[in-house]
């Protein structure tokens, strides 16, 4: 994904079906115990590289940040790939699980969380202004704002006129 921003005005491509929202992090609820805190952290990396990898899992996009709570929003194609890929043995996302839920889960050390929401067509809506590629519109498509997209009530009316979402 470029970082390179777009000067105007530009929307998520408002075409197609659902798009799932994943929200995930952990937040160092004890800093100082820095080496559990970066076993816990230090297995995103390779699930991101497996997921790059592996397009059919369904991943379209994400961007993290870092703090003491650190955030990744993602979107996938549907609610049932990510779950395919929570679940999948060969994928690197069980072991590191039960590794957590074995060595920190419980001890208040190391906090996760994770949220999915299923957006659809009509119920979501995007704006970008002076910005890279971003969001929304990296995973579905980065469109300018143009007649018919104008205010945020167009372009939820445009989700369900233009049925183009990368499937």
Same mark, same amino acid.
Not at 102 to 107: C, D, F, I, L, Q
């Given at each position: 994904m470029s970082k390179q921003v777009r000067a105007g005005r530009f929307t998520a491509d408002p075409g197609g /079906? !659902? &798009?799932? &929202?994943? #929200?995930?992090? +952990? *937040?160092a609820n004890r800093w100082w115990k820095l080496g559990r805190v970066a *076993?816990? /952290?230090?297995? +995103? !990396?390779?699930m991101l590289a497996h997921l790059a990898e592996t397009p059919e899992a369904g991943l379209l996009s994400y961007q993290q940040w870092f703090g003491r709570t650190t955030i990744m929003v993602s979107y996938w194609k549907s609610p049932e790939h990510l779950? *395919?890929? =929570?679940?999948d043995r060969s994928a690197p996302h069980l072991e590191p699980w039960r590794r957590f839920m *074995?060595?920190? =889960?419980?001890?208040g050390d190391v906090g996760v969380w994770h949220e999915t929401y299923e957006t659809m067509p009509g119920g979501r809506e995007s704006i970008y202004s002076d910005m890279p590629v971003f969001g929304l519109a990296a995973a579905t498509g980065h469109v300018p704002v143009g007649a018919g997209l104008n205010t945020a009530r167009q372009r939820l009316a445009a989700e369900d #006129?233009? !049925?183009h979402l990368p499937g």
């Open positions: /079906g !659902p &798009v799932t &929202v994943f #929200l995930i992090g +952990m *937040r *076993r816990v /952290g230090a297995a +995103m !990396p390779k779950q *395919r890929f =929570a679940a *074995r060595e920190s =889960a419980g001890t #006129l233009n !049925p």
